[in-house]
């Protein structure tokens, strides 16, 4: 790895994202460059990349965009071919020609290149982190392409803290050569990654970006979060990575064609992302709604009804079912409200209910903590107490969720739970995500996020089937 | 305090009740009510309302369906004026007749009721939490009133992680008696509240809704989720609380002639919350978008947009005031991007240039964490030396958060924070937050989240200007 505009100042990105390199764990020799020479972070530093005793496989470019070029130069002339240019103040501000001009170069020479005005890359099962923020996210099976360095950041921070890794995080740049298309392709191939992520200002060949998305949407599912859809946000887009916007009309067909699922903000490109990668897709729009509370199933109902979902009416055999085990008093209806005083058992039950009736393609399960049996939490617990008492209900919560995900293998039909874990402490939240997501399990927190999930699970069962 | 249904067996809610009344700390004396007499977690029980030694202030209920119309009876008798009735399997089930009955026995006694199928209600001031859920959320400025109890209950659980507290939280369940607009009525006056949170799923007497709304929308802002606003969401609301959801279109004018704040999700409604509560009123829906990160600008100048604000143009004046401290390469325009390698004193200075233009009625500030100066983060630190990290860290966000609420205060301008302080780790976000929440301060995460908070700000302001 040659590492053009290496510094020992900790305040320049030459210094802060090699530091990251190093941090990072890279297994691989790391040759920082800077006519200074000397040494940094314990590497040696080559004058030139002439100098340096062996062809790398790839350069990180941190110098003055005016410096761009030779650096480009030096490397093909060494044989490098793949650079990630961090280095902006390209078309982003104007500056089209200079950017232009080592793009040539670079294409001339057979070499690739990620950016400019790029925060970095990640590929995590290389250990490898040359990126701006200090952010190492761990193996996962997610893959974020980005125009934004912040997003790839905020989505990988997000992720990290909801137990869950990446394979690799590009951040795309200005595109000035490798373009959001390109990567899409390289990751719909890669055995890593089985979702893919993308935050997007613009595209700069629709017509090879069709085609691309087109057959990796049938490998796996693309996920993108598409800005500049009013006036005054392709504006700032302009202006950020010079990306046009274009039409959203436009925009919106392309991704309706190619299977691509559309999102419209950072935290529902997250949940998609786990829909993904946690749950199996259902056969169609028909849910059943299991909810351990009235008010988290209305609100389920209205949001399922508003993404398409069909809340069906259950057959009198499922109810008359229900009705052996139910209070009396239940709602006799979908949503199954479990009202107060149905816990433990009975819960899953009414899910296994629900799941095989042949008039749902799956179960949205609203309230887990019923479930398991929370006992009386004294205000007056000591700290021991009640981390004794919350590893027991984690324990008890995830027993629940492996018998429902036995029921799910059972019926090939996905239960997406939605379950206000978070809210019992941010410790209780972050111990149960790591082992859910060991299990390579999410639950969703609110109704409308669970909806969302099974909306998005069945548009994309509906492209494969159409392919 | 009585306690109608009072029992000795955990898994009855007449004993959950009644521990959570006992272990929220309730200051005045608690009367059990039982025939079979003994003692329950400390406290004497009583066979009959009658034998209770003095007038009790107000009544739980937790008997069965068929005993409430007595129990009603025999507070009337003893002088009780209010009571809460938990007991459900009324109007919801269709029975609509032994409802109207007790309700009829209280009415025509001077007694006042909330419920039935109630969850229970909160009063922090007095340490009374007669619920069902084991929640104790700390006393506060927020009030929320919900035709369901579980939706109570995931306000306050998530208003207490977020480290802020409550007023009064009341379940209102079938609202057999006391109404929605009764608590707003009640609410609007009461001293510890500022800001009143509502879920709905109808209206009985829409005049009477009305006028209050209107008078109790000019004192505080009511914030309120309304479902039931698809076919699906209102039939299953009616066999939740009996509620008759009605048109959509009559609800949103009723808000609107009110200036009723209304929300979409449960995450909108805390967002609502933490924007009335921490935040002035801007004067307009002119916004400046100062943004450590392009992609985030871009999503909060689409959020903007899309929610009727007005990203404005910025003068040549503001805009030369900027260059003279900005990096040359900066985006010379609306939002402002900071660029990588803006931090520390520049990110405020240029919040404070465009907050006192005249052109803005206030600022987003998206990502704080540059201006806190984070230094190096080692993958290989100590668990101490993460600490100490990250002890630092939130001091000096804090710090320019504190530099910036000086700024509002001079300006008389909101600046709405977005920030994903949350990501950097579950325990760090909770620190942050109660130390935040300790000076009334919320910082929001995603940029659609500050602008909604922008957008509901000046949607109030309008009404109360129009009044």
Redesign the interface.
């Known amino acids: 790895m040659a590492f053009i505009g290496a510094s020992s100042d900790?305040n320049k990105?030459g210094f802060?994202i090699l530091?990251n390199l190093v941090?990072?764990?890279y297994q691989g020799k790391i040759y920082p460059v800077n006519p200074k020479k000397g040494e940094i972070l314990g590497w040696q530093v080559y004058a030139t990349v002439a100098d340096i005793p062996e062809t790398p496989d790839m350069a990180v470019i941190v110098v003055p965009p005016q410096q761009v070029s030779n650096a480009v130069k030096d490397c093909v002339a060494r044989g490098i071919q793949a650079g990630v240019v961090i280095t902006?103040?390209f078309a982003e501000?104007g500056n089209e020609k200079l950017e232009q001009e080592f793009v040539d170069i670079a294409r001339k020479g057979g070499m690739v290149l990620v950016g400019p005005n790029s925060?970095g890359i990640v590929n995590t099962e290389a250990n490898l982190y040359p990126q701006?923020p200090?952010l190492?996210p761990k193996p996962g099976h997610l893959a974020i392409v980005?125009?934004?360095?912040?997003?790839v950041?905020?989505t990988s921070?997000?992720l990290?803290?909801r137990g869950f890794g990446c394979s690799k995080c590009i951040s795309s740049g200005n595109e000035a050569d490798l373009h959001t298309e390109d990567y899409i392709e390289y990751l719909a191939n890669d055995p890593q990654t089985k979702v893919i992520l993308s935050?997007l200002?613009g595209v700069k060949d629709g017509k090879r970006f069709i085609e691309v998305a087109r057959e990796a949407s049938k490998k796996k599912p693309i996920v993108i979060?598409k800005?500049?859809?009013?006036?005054?946000?392709a504006?700032?887009?302009k202006?950020?990575?010079s990306a046009l916007a274009g039409s959203d009309a436009v925009y919106q067909a392309m991704f309706q064609q190619t299977g691509i699922i559309r999102v419209s903000?950072?935290?529902e490109m997250l949940d998609a992302a786990l829909a993904f990668l946690c749950y199996p897709l259902p056969r169609g729009r028909r849910v059943g709604i299991v909810a351990?509370?009235?008010?988290?199933?209305?609100?389920a109902?209205?949001a399922?009804?508003?993404l398409g979902l069909d809340?069906v009416t259950l057959s009198p055999e499922t109810i008359s079912e229900l009705d052996s085990f139910m209070p009396v008093?239940w709602?006799?209806?979908n949503?199954v409200?479990l009202?107060?005083?149905t816990f433990g058992e009975n819960l899953t039950r009414a899910v296994e209910v629900v799941l095989k009736s042949p008039a749902t393609d799956g179960v949205i399960l609203l309230?887990l903590i019923p479930a398991a049996r929370?006992g009386?939490?004294?205000?007056?617990m000591t700290e021991a107490d009640r981390k004794r008492a919350q590893d027991d209900m984690a324990e008890r919560i995830i027993g629940v969720i492996d018998g429902i995900a036995e029921m799910v293998k059972r019926c090939g039909k996905p239960v997406i739970i939605g379950s206000?874990l978070?809210?019992?402490?941010?410790?209780f939240?972050?111990q149960l995500n790591k082992a859910l997501a060991d299990k390579n399990f999410w639950c969703f927190t609110?109704?409308?996020e669970a909806a969302t999930a099974f909306a998005l699970l069945a548009r994309y069962a509906e492209y494969l089937n159409l392919k």
């Open positions: 900790p990105w802060r530091a941090d990072g764990g902006a103040g501000t925060q701006m200090p190492f980005s125009q934004s360095g912040n997003i950041g905020t921070r997000h990290t803290i935050y200002e979060l800005s500049g859809d009013t006036d005054a946000g504006k700032a887009a202006s950020h990575t903000t950072i935290y351990a509370g009235g008010g988290w199933g209305v609100l109902t209205d399922c009804a508003k809340v008093w709602s006799r209806g949503p409200d009202v107060a005083g309230g929370p009386r939490v004294m205000q007056s206000e978070p809210a019992i402490s941010a410790a939240a972050q609110m109704p409308h």
